[in-house]
């Protein structure tokens, strides 16, 4: 998806729902949230992206020791571990959500595309690769409205007070 993701985890995210949690980007999680892959307890494996996208966010290491335990992880440990973003009160995990997509919303929407792209087609190429889709991706920048609204704000007024229209 071009578009950024981004999931409010409160209470319990287990099995389906974990590995639904780690399809998006970003997972804030409130202080009560418990994630897991427990299904190794049941004679199973993870069979919705758990096995792939888990080591790819917490390493090789951590994701086979909760994938072969079926061990439960809280919040504080699920974002140490890189499982979750940020850790909330579970009654404020909602509007944090919300607000870390508004501000995504209101960024420059060509060059946030472009950097995702860059980031997920380079990642598991070689470097060499990896650097030619990013010098693309930056070259593309300079053809927004957007980048000549940046680079204009950042010349006038300094870094990061820049209104972008989404061009």
Known sequence: MPQITICAINGYALGGGCELAM?????????????????????????????????????????????????NVRADEAVAIGLASAVHPDEEVYDEAVKLAARYASGPAAAITLAKKAILYGYFLPLDEALEIEVEAFASCFDTEDAHTGVASFLESGPGKAVFSGS
């Open 23 to 71: 399809a998006a980007e970003f997972r804030l999680v409130g202080e009560g949230a418990v994630l897991g892959q427990p299904e190794i307890l049941l004679g199973l494996i993870p069979g919705g992206g758990g096995t792939q996208r888990l080591s790819r966010l917490v390493g090789i290491t951590k994701a086979k020791e909760l994938i072969y335990s079926g061990r």
